[in-house]
């Protein structure tokens, strides 16, 4: 599978954002997909994920209620609708597929398939 992330930006803190990844390659609608951010200084970390058929999502805690995931299979793309952003949103966002299809998780080493990344910036 090949990913590739776009849509970031700078916004004012309590603006929105909407990314996308645009999936090839593999059969995309049988992969999970996750949206990663890492901030400078900081490790990858986990802030939403998507069950392959978009059943089932998952989100970090510090973007609970305030971003949302979805996909369009026939479109071959995952969303991030990113509202209410705030100065600590600040990072390179990144989209990934895990390693397997039909297989879901939240940690970055299971993941095999990775987008190049979009940088969001929010300014206070």
């Known amino acids: 599978v090949q990913l590739q992330a776009s849509g970031g930006g700078l916004v004012q803190a309590g603006g929105s954002l909407r990314l996308s990844c645009g999936a090839s390659?593999?059969?995309?609608?049988?992969?999970?997909v996750g949206w990663f951010r890492q901030a400078p200084g900081k490790e990858r970390e986990f802030v939403a994920g998507i069950l392959w058929s978009g059943g089932s999502t998952s989100y970090a805690d510090s973007v609970k209620g305030r971003f949302t995931i979805s996909r369009d299979n026939a479109k071959n793309t995952v969303y991030l609708r990113m509202n209410s952003l705030k100065p600590e949103d600040t990072a390179v966002y990144y989209c990934?597929?895990?390693?397997?299809?039909?297989?879901?998780?939240?940690?970055?080493?299971?993941?095999?398939?990775w987008g190049q990344g979009t940088q969001v910036t929010v300014s206070s």
């Open positions: 390659g593999r059969t995309f609608s049988t992969y999970a």
């Open positions: 990934a597929a895990p390693k397997n299809d039909y297989y879901y998780s939240t940690r970055p080493g299971d993941f095999g398939f």
